[in-house]
C-alpha cells in the first residue's frame, strides 16, 4: 500500500512539493493538471513537465486526480464523441509518463459539495459541513457561499467556468434519470477502458460526495449496489473504484468497512481514500481528524482491511480540517492531511506487525 498526498499545482496550491517530501512515509504525489479547461486533452509534454518537478522533489506521479469527465459525455449528447476521443487521448498521455491510476467522478454539474466550509469545531479548528435541507432548492445561494468562504483558492470542481454555467446545465439535466445517466456512464467505459487495458491504468471512480441526493439531480454512485453495477459494466480490474470512505459514510444506509472489504477482495479498488466524518442528524455531517474517536468511521478497521487483504494500491488522507491558522484551500491544507498520514502510516505499522 503507498501512502500519498492531494497537489494541486505550484499555481494553484498553498502547500509545497518540498513539504510534501518531508512528510514521513510519504512517496507519492496524486498530481493534477488544474488549468486545462475539462474535456480537453492534456498535451504530453504538460504532463511530462508535471511529472519532472515532481521527480526533482524526490516524489513520484503513479496517481491522477482527477480528469474530469465532460458534462457532454454525463449527458449522453451526440458531441461526446469528441470529448471521449480527447479522453482516450490523455489516457494514452498519462500512460506514457507512467501514471497507473487515474480518479475521476460522475456527478452531475457539481463535483464535491459542502453546505460549509468553515463548521466550527469545539477545539477551535474549522471542518467542511453537510446539511441536507441546504441543498434541496436553490443552488445559487450555495455557490456564493462557497465563492465568498474559499480563502481565495479555486476549489477542484468549483471553477469559476464552470459555477458562469449552472443555469444552462441544469436546464440540460431536466428529465434526466439515474437510467440515463448509467446508461451514458457505461457507454464512456466501455469506449475507455480498452484502452487503459492497452496502456496499463486503471480508471477508479471516485464515490458522489456526499453520497446523498442534492438538487434533484440523478446520481448513481452512491451505494455497495451502485458500485456493484458500476464494476459489472465492464468487467474488467482496469475498470476499477476510489473508494473514498468519508464519502461513502456520508449515505447512511452504508457500511463502510464492509464495502471496503467487498472490492478489495474482488481487485476492484485501485485508490484509497480516507477521511473521517461525524454525523449530527440523519444526514447531516461534518468532517473531522481522521482519527477515530473524533468520528463515526473506524479507521483501525479500515486499514485492518487493507493490509489483512495484501492491499497494494494507493490511498491519501482526504479532507483535513484547518489548523493552526494555516490559510489554504478549504480542505487541503498541509497541517491535518500531514497529521492523518502519520496515523495512517502508524496505523499500518502497527497491524503489519502484530500479525
Ligand atoms: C473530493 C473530490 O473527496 C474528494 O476527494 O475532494 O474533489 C474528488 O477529488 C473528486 O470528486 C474526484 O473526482
Ligand atoms: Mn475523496
Redesign the pocket.
Given at each position: 500500500m503507498k501512502l500519498s498526498f492531494r497537489w494541486f499545482g505550484t499555481n494553484a496550491d498553498s502547500v509545497s512539493l518540498k513539504q510534501i517530501r518531508q512528510i514521513p512515509g510519504v512517496h507519492q504525489v496524486v498530481a493534477t493538471l488544474y488549468d486545462i479547461p475539462v474535456g480537453e486533452t492534456w498535451p504530453l509534454s504538460k504532463i511530462l513537465n508535471l511529472k519532472k518537478e515532481i521527480t526533482a522533489a524526490g516524489l513520484k506521479m503513479d496517481v491522477i486526480?482527477?480528469v474530469n469527465v465532460h458534462e457532454d459525455i454525463k449527458l449522453g449528447l451526440p458531441s461526446r464523441a469528441k470529448y471521449i476521443k480527447n479522453y482516450q487521448e490523455t489516457i494514452r498521455n498519462l500512460a506514457k509518463a507512467d501514471v497507473k491510476v487515474i480518479?475521476?467522478?460522475f456527478m452531475p454539474i457539481f463535483?464535491?459539495t459542502r453546505t460549509s466550509l468553515d463548521y466550527k469545531l469545539p477545539d477551535g479548528s474549522t471542518a467542511l459541513a453537510f446539511q441536507r435541507e441546504l441543498v434541496q432548492e436553490n443552488p445559487q445561494e450555495l455557490i456564493k457561499k462557497v465563492e465568498t468562504n474559499n480563502n481565495g483558492f479555486v476549489m477542484?470542481?468549483w471553477e469559476p467556468e464552470r459555477l458562469a454555467k449552472i443555469k444552462e446545465l441544469f436546464s440540460a439535466y431536466a428529465g434526466k434519470t439515474s437510467a440515463d445517466l448509467a446508461d451514458n456512464l457505461k457507454y464512456f467505459l466501455q469506449q475507455i477502458i480498452p484502452v487503459c487495458e492497452e496502456v496499463g491504468i486503471k480508471m477508479a471512480i471516485?464515490p458522489d460526495?456526499p453520497a446523498q441526493d442534492i438538487f434533484g439531480l440523478p446520481r448513481i454512485c452512491k451505494s455497495e449496489n451502485d458500485l456493484e453495477r458500476i464494476v459489472s459494466m465492464v468487467d474488467s480490474p482496469a475498470n476499477a473504484l476510489t473508494i473514498?470512505c468519508g464519502?461513502l459514510a456520508s449515505n447512511p444506509q452504508n457500511n463502510v468497512p464492509h464495502i471496503l472489504e467487498k472490492f478489495v477482495r474482488k481487485n476492484r479498488v485501485a485508490f484509497v481514500?480516507a477521511r473521517n466524518i461525524k454525523f449530527t442528524s440523519k444526514y447531516d455531517f461534518h468532517e473531522t481528524s481522521h482519527l477515530s474517536e473524533d468520528g463515526d468511521l473506524d479507521m483501525y478497521k479500515l486499514m485492518k482491511i487493507l493490509v489483512d487483504n495484501n492491499f497494494t494500491g494507493y490511498i491519501r488522507p482526504?479532507?483535513g480540517r484547518a489548523i493552526w491558522d494555516e490559510k489554504a484551500m478549504p480542505?487541503y491544507g498541509l497541517f491535518d492531511r500531514a497529521l492523518a498520514e502519520e496515523y495512517l502510516y502508524g496505523l499500518i505499522e502497527g497491524i503489519k506487525k502484530s500479525k
Amino acid at each position: 500500500m503507498k501512502l500519498s498526498f492531494r497537489w494541486f499545482g505550484t499555481n494553484a496550491d498553498s502547500v509545497s512539493l518540498k513539504q510534501i517530501r518531508q512528510i514521513p512515509g510519504v512517496h507519492q504525489v496524486v498530481a493534477t493538471l488544474y488549468d486545462i479547461p475539462v474535456g480537453e486533452t492534456w498535451p504530453l509534454s504538460k504532463i511530462l513537465n508535471l511529472k519532472k518537478e515532481i521527480t526533482a522533489a524526490g516524489l513520484k506521479m503513479d496517481v491522477i486526480e482527477s480528469v474530469n469527465v465532460h458534462e457532454d459525455i454525463k449527458l449522453g449528447l451526440p458531441s461526446r464523441a469528441k470529448y471521449i476521443k480527447n479522453y482516450q487521448e490523455t489516457i494514452r498521455n498519462l500512460a506514457k509518463a507512467d501514471v497507473k491510476v487515474i480518479c475521476y467522478n460522475f456527478m452531475p454539474i457539481f463535483d464535491w459539495t459542502r453546505t460549509s466550509l468553515d463548521y466550527k469545531l469545539p477545539d477551535g479548528s474549522t471542518a467542511l459541513a453537510f446539511q441536507r435541507e441546504l441543498v434541496q432548492e436553490n443552488p445559487q445561494e450555495l455557490i456564493k457561499k462557497v465563492e465568498t468562504n474559499n480563502n481565495g483558492f479555486v476549489m477542484p470542481g468549483w471553477e469559476p467556468e464552470r459555477l458562469a454555467k449552472i443555469k444552462e446545465l441544469f436546464s440540460a439535466y431536466a428529465g434526466k434519470t439515474s437510467a440515463d445517466l448509467a446508461d451514458n456512464l457505461k457507454y464512456f467505459l466501455q469506449q475507455i477502458i480498452p484502452v487503459c487495458e492497452e496502456v496499463g491504468i486503471k480508471m477508479a471512480i471516485h464515490p458522489d460526495d456526499p453520497a446523498q441526493d442534492i438538487f434533484g439531480l440523478p446520481r448513481i454512485c452512491k451505494s455497495e449496489n451502485d458500485l456493484e453495477r458500476i464494476v459489472s459494466m465492464v468487467d474488467s480490474p482496469a475498470n476499477a473504484l476510489t473508494i473514498c470512505c468519508g464519502s461513502l459514510a456520508s449515505n447512511p444506509q452504508n457500511n463502510v468497512p464492509h464495502i471496503l472489504e467487498k472490492f478489495v477482495r474482488k481487485n476492484r479498488v485501485a485508490f484509497v481514500h480516507a477521511r473521517n466524518i461525524k454525523f449530527t442528524s440523519k444526514y447531516d455531517f461534518h468532517e473531522t481528524s481522521h482519527l477515530s474517536e473524533d468520528g463515526d468511521l473506524d479507521m483501525y478497521k479500515l486499514m485492518k482491511i487493507l493490509v489483512d487483504n495484501n492491499f497494494t494500491g494507493y490511498i491519501r488522507p482526504d479532507h483535513g480540517r484547518a489548523i493552526w491558522d494555516e490559510k489554504a484551500m478549504p480542505g487541503y491544507g498541509l497541517f491535518d492531511r500531514a497529521l492523518a498520514e502519520e496515523y495512517l502510516y502508524g496505523l499500518i505499522e502497527g497491524i503489519k506487525k502484530s500479525k
